[in-house]
């Protein structure tokens, strides 16, 4: 099965590629998920049920993000085992680009299922997948909307702090001037009682 389309998000493209590696946001994309676990940046397990006509089966799997290219986009592939309902494997190849409207999203996906699935018809299998993956891009066009980059604000924010720390150090060296000039103030005191000795 290969299918191929594209969402536009009201979001920024640094807020669609943080939700795109977001295990929480995954989950709850990906139908019939009920565990996803990111075992490290580029690796994570799932469990997902699926059902095709009138077999209904669990499949444990790995998914694996692949030719990362932050915040543009990424290749995320998967295999899963279903016991005696057989095996699927599929991936997605997402890109971002910044628009008018926020990020468009650009996919391209592809699926293949064997054992006692494959024996239910291409046909039946094909348009499974493909309202398996509507659903998945539906989703998580409705939820990356909803994530804030947090990103931009961070780095504005670390700009900000030398400044502010300069602003003390101002502050500081004002206050060592005063003490200074306090400090010199008993020595003026101590010439002109000297000055008064002399007459």
């Known amino acids: 099965m290969k299918m191929s389309g594209e969402e536009v998000i009201a979001a920024p493209i640094e ?16 139908p019939g998920c009920e565990t996803i676990t990111m075992t490290s940046p580029t690796e994570m397990k799932a469990r997902v049920v699926v059902k095709v006509g009138p077999v209904k089966a ?4 790995v998914v694996h993000l692949k030719d990362l290219n932050p915040p543009k986009g990424y290749r995320i592939e998967g295999k899963g085992e279903g016991g005696l309902a057989g095996h699927a494997s599929g991936g997605a190849t997402v890109s971002l680009e910044t628009v ?16 006692k699935m494959a024996m239910l018809g291409s046909r039946l299998i094909d348009s499974t997948a493909r309202s398996m993956a509507g659903q998945f ?3 998580f066009a409705t939820l990356a909307a909803q994530v804030k980059a947090d990103a931009p604000a961070k780095v504005a924010k670390a700009a900000k702090a030398p400044a502010k720390k300069a602003v003390v150090k101002k502050a500081a060296s004002k206050k060592a001037a ?7 103030a008993p020595a003026k005191k101590a010439v002109a009682k000297k000055k008064a000795k002399k007459k």
């Open 100 to 115: 008018p409207e926020g990020t468009k999203m650009s996919y391209d996906v592809d699926a293949q299922v064997g054992g």
């Open 178 to 184: 005063k003490k200074a000039a306090v400090k010199k």
């Open 58 to 61: 669990g499949f444990n799997g």
């Open 137 to 139: 891009f539906d989703k």
């Open 15 to 30: 807020a669609v590629w943080k939700a795109l590696n977001d295990p929480a946001i995954l989950k709850q994309c990906i």
